[in-house]
């Protein structure tokens, strides 16, 4: 059973940055794909971005060329740096994993979760 924990949330003005972090335990992190979502109140969940075992990103279009994924295998961690921070991107940030995903944009698609952490931006 994987565990997934999230960090680096908080709030920011507008135009600044955040680095989330999520670390992961009790799996062979390499095998699997990583994948950021966010819900902001009164709306469903959406994706924001991906990662998959070799290396290859996917974005949402609202966050393309602002947000970057990655991941760092030997420390079982996987980030999403926030650049350009707008309010409307104020949301609980939530990591995900899994290893055979269909669909990199869907939330259904993945097995595990974290608890998320809340990014707040102010005007």
């Known amino acids: 059973q994987v565990q997934l924990v999230e960090s680096g949330g908080g709030l920011v003005q507008a135009g600044g940055s955040l680095r989330l972090s999520c670390t992961a335990s009790?799996?062979?992190?390499?095998?699997?794909?990583m994948g950021w979502f966010r819900q902001a109140p009164g709306k469903e969940r959406e994706f924001v971005a991906a990662i998959n075992r070799s290396g290859s990103t996917y974005y949402a279009e609202s966050v393309k060329g602002r947000f970057t994924i990655s991941r760092d295998n030997a420390k079982e961690t996987g980030n999403l740096q926030m650049n350009s921070l707008k309010p409307e991107d104020t949301a609980v940030y939530y990591c995900?994993?899994?290893?055979?995903?269909?669909?990199?944009?869907?939330?259904?698609?993945?097995?595990?979760w974290g608890q998320g952490t809340q990014v707040i931006v102010s005007s």
């Open positions: 009790g799996g062979t992190f390499r095998r699997y794909a």
């Open positions: 995900a994993a899994g290893i055979y995903i269909s669909s990199y944009y869907h939330n259904g698609a993945y097995d595990y």
